[in-house]
């Protein structure tokens, strides 16, 4: 047994040297399998698990031996000992008392004399009402994946999951929601869209009415664009981003579900613009928007994305204050460069994944302030205790 699990840790050891930050986690171990082929589905479960125990830790016990801090990150993630566990144990010479494995997290971190900075050294950054317990206790545990059902698609949808033997959860208060365990590779194309619990219920801070012009000027592969046209079909949608590849990913998600009707661009909007040129589908004829055409801006804003690294937690190592100050001039210049082209009395909605004050509420402070819009209301959309991410969201108006 101990000649497995020497190879287990081999491995965990090879891909934390091998890892550079430069793509997402996630794609980094497809690509580390593929290339051991000889890593058979159990033991890559659990090369991934230990993988990112180790990336929960966040900033927490650099100094320890890596076998020490791997024991620790485990003890940390799961509720009872494991072969792997007692052979880090006995490399390190630590072992847990039996009783300590049925802590609650927060009772793990003071068993271990871990504090909630260790961990993530910027609490004093984190917005005013964020349950900064709940936010740490989350990194160590994977949120949910969840669904968004297409509307009408909710039966058809749960007779797919059930033929697929796949348990979830239907939201109560977002009948459209469900909920299914992490690492669920669901076939639901038609029926559903994987949609973020937190981010469906920024949607409902939209409520375009029918004939409206509405741009989802960071719209990346079209999330929210794609419940905007579920709920309010009527609109006229603009989706734009500065990558043209995403773009392509939109145009499949929408020709899935149906979607003929829209318009694109390829924009950078770190510069400002005079008029800008969409593509109309499915005809492609070429659109071009003056100043004060839309109704409604949607700026799902270039963020941190700290309120999602309890998927992504590889991210905190990479956290630092210049990365912060980065996204803030960013988001005010999009901003920015996209208010001429919203009309008078026209609605702006600016949201992030992050749970950063400066990306957040600092930042609506500073549109009202200095781009003269009438804040509407603000919230911070807290998903942790769900099995989801946290969001913020601001409405804006721009006065006559």
């Not at 999951?161 to 669920?184: D, V």
Request: charged share 20%.
């Amino acid at each position: 047994m101990s000649r497995i699990e020497d190879i287990r840790l081999a491995h965990v050891k090879r891909i934390l040297e091998a890892y550079h930050f430069d793509i997402p986690l996630h794609h980094f171990l497809k690509n580390y399998f593929r290339e051991n082929k000889q890593i058979g589905s159990k033991d890559r479960k659990l090369l991934r698990q230990y993988t990112y125990y180790w990336f929960r830790l966040g900033k927490a016990c650099a100094l320890d031996e890596p076998e020490l801090r791997l024991a620790k990150a485990v003890f940390l993630n799961e509720t009872k000992t494991s072969p792997f566990f007692d052979y880090l144990s006995l490399r390190c010479r630590w072992t847990p008392e039996v009783a300590a494995w049925t802590y609650s997290t927060r009772e793990k971190l003071t068993f271990l004399n871990i504090s909630f900075s260790e961990i993530f050294p910027w609490m004093d950054e984190l917005c005013d009402g964020l349950n900064q317990s709940n936010y740490i206790a989350g990194f160590f545990s994977q949120p949910r994946l969840w669904l968004r059902a297409r509307r009408g698609k909710e039966s058809l949808l749960e007779q797919q999951l059930a033929q697929q033997q796949l348990p979830f959860e239907r939201n109560a208060e977002l009948p459209q929601a469900y909920a299914l365990p992490n690492g669920c590779n669901p076939q639901v194309e038609g029926l559903a869209e994987v949609h973020d619990l937190s981010s469906q219920q920024a949607t409902g801070f939209f409520k375009p009415a029918s004939g409206i012009n509405v741009w989802d000027c960071c719209a990346a592969s079209g999330g929210k664009s794609l419940a905007l046209m579920d709920r309010h079909p009527g609109i006229n949608l603009y989706a734009s981003d500065v990558r043209e590849r995403i773009l392509e990913n939109l145009q499949q998600r929408f020709a899935i579900n149906g979607i003929k009707t829209y318009a694109t661009a390829a924009l950078d909007l770190n510069r400002q613009h005079s008029r800008i040129s969409f593509t109309q589908w499915p005809d492609k004829k070429q659109i071009t928007v003056s100043p004060h055409f839309f109704d409604l801006i949607l700026v799902d804003a270039p963020c941190s994305g700290s309120g999602t690294w309890a998927r992504t937690p590889e991210q905190l190592q990479q956290m630092n204050e210049q990365t912060i100050a980065h996204y803030v001039a960013l988001q005010r210049s999009i901003v920015q460069n996209a208010l001429p082209f919203l009309k008078p009395n026209g609605q702006l909605v600016y949201s992030t994944c992050s749970v950063f004050a400066k990306e957040n509420e600092t930042q609506s402070a500073f549109f009202a302030e200095h781009f003269h819009l009438k804040s509407i209301t603000t919230q911070l959309i807290q998903g942790t205790h769900h099995g989801a991410d946290t969001l913020f969201v601001a409405v804006c108006l721009k006065p006559q």
